[in-house]
């Protein structure tokens, strides 16, 4: 069974619109990290965000939040006022505290910004 | 942005040809990851490293080898290349790893990337 799951393969937005890119995990770990990176056209992986188990409010890093709802076990990413450069792959991931803790990854939602 | 590099970026390979990644950083980090991403599969752990000399498998760990000599390199080598080993290759880094596990904020930064065809 998949541990991160990302149900939208693409997503499409009109530039200066806010976007939501799903995730939902699984895990029996009280204790786990939630994480999405950004992949451009260009290859890398960049680190975007992080929301703790544990952490009371939903992260926030400029123009990204993390929407966290633990109850429903799901951490999804909201791009706010989208800009042209948004346009990537965006991959989830969680680290458990079982286990080898190394994350696990989704396999990630395409996000095109129209202009 | 972390120091992190991946030699080379790209690669063409014959089947049955030994091939060997380079990843090097100059973090001084503990944690090394080797990662395949492949369409439809996202990023897949193939080995990790958590010290010098210090090694595991990863979930796709079949046909593939690492080394690790310095803390700054981990090496990845396939001894004998397959099609299906045709790939993007990313190597990662962390700092804290799992060296407390109830601690999971630890975050992995990535290498440029490495594309291997293997023909």
């Known amino acids: 069974a998949q541990k991160i799951t990302q149900t939208q393969p693409g997503m499409f937005v009109q530039e200066k619109e806010a976007v939501t890119l799903d995730c939902t995990y699984d895990?029996?770990?009280?204790?786990?990290?939630l994480f999405w990176y950004k992949q451009p056209s260009s290859g890398e992986m960049i680190f975007l965000i992080y929301?703790?188990?544990?952490?009371?409010q939903n992260a926030t890093e400029g123009r990204y939040s993390l929407n966290f709802q633990k109850a429903r076990k799901s951490a999804n990413l909201v791009i706010s006022a989208s800009q042209l450069g948004d346009s990537a792959m965006y991959f989830c991931a969680m680290r458990e505290t079982g286990g080898s803790y190394i994350p696990t990854f989704g396999r990630g939602t395409s996000l095109i910004v129209h202009p | 942005d972390a120091g992190i590099t991946q030699s080379p970026r790209h690669k063409v390979t014959e089947t049955g040809t030994p091939v060997t990644l380079r990843c090097h950083q100059t973090e001084n980090h503990r944690y090394m990851y080797w990662y395949r991403q492949d369409p439809g599969h996202g990023l897949r752990l193939i080995h990790y490293s958590y010290g010098v000399k210090d090694t595991d498998k990863g979930e796709v760990s079949d046909g593939y080898s690492v080394s690790r000599s310095k803390t700054e390199d981990f090496l990845l080598t396939l001894e004998s290349a397959t099609s299906s080993q045709t790939s993007v290759y990313f190597c990662?880094?962390?700092?804290?790893?799992?060296?407390?596990?109830?601690?999971?904020?630890?975050?992995?930064?990535f290498g440029p990337g490495t594309r291997l065809t293997v023909l």
């Open positions: 895990t029996s770990d009280p204790s786990y990290g």
């Open positions: 990662a880094i962390s700092e804290k790893g799992f060296i407390v596990p109830s601690d999971y904020t630890d975050t992995q930064y």
């Open positions: 929301q703790g188990s544990y952490d009371q």
